[in-house]
Nanobody, 126 residues
Framework: VQLQASGGGLVQPGGSLRLSCAAS????????IAWFRQAPGKERERVSC????????YYGDSVKGRFAISRDNAKATVYLQMNSLKPEDTAVYYC????????????????????WGQGTQVTVSS
């Protein structure tokens, strides 16, 4: 069972990146997938979540209107399109799976997530 996060890199302010979270060893269809991020010296922050049943999406206030989450169950992959990136978006981004809609994401209950990816570094700098 594995979640593989990828797509991070160095980008200038105002640029875009698309992160991918690929699932293997379990059926992605039945899981909500969330993205979190953690910058050095800061607490982990919720970024976004997409539910499994109805595809409902949720976003943290700091990324609303700039980031978009989507899922392709056929490819067992969830994407995070990040636009208008800012230096404060710099962090390691992690994806995680929960089998309870986005309930644990909404409740900020990290221990409820069953699977975690290894993280991908996003650096926004000129």
């Amino acid at each position: 069972v594995q979640l593989q996060a990828s797509g991070g890199g160095l980008v200038q302010p105002g640029g875009s990146l698309r992160l991918s979270c690929a699932a293997s060893g379990f059926t992605l269809d039945y899981y909500a997938i969330a993205w979190f991020r953690q910058a050095p010296g800061k607490e982990r922050e919720r970024v976004s979540c997409v539910s499994s049943s109805d595809g409902r999406t949720y976003y943290g206030d700091s990324v609303k209107g700039r980031f978009a989450i989507s899922r392709d169950n056929a490819k067992a992959t969830v994407y995070l399109q990040m636009n208008s990136l800012k230096p404060e978006d710099t962090a390691v981004y992690y994806c995680a799976a929960e089998s309870n809609g986005c309930t644990f994401y909404i409740g900020n209950y990290y221990n409820g997530f069953q699977y975690w990816g290894q993280g991908t570094q996003v650096t926004v700098s000129s």
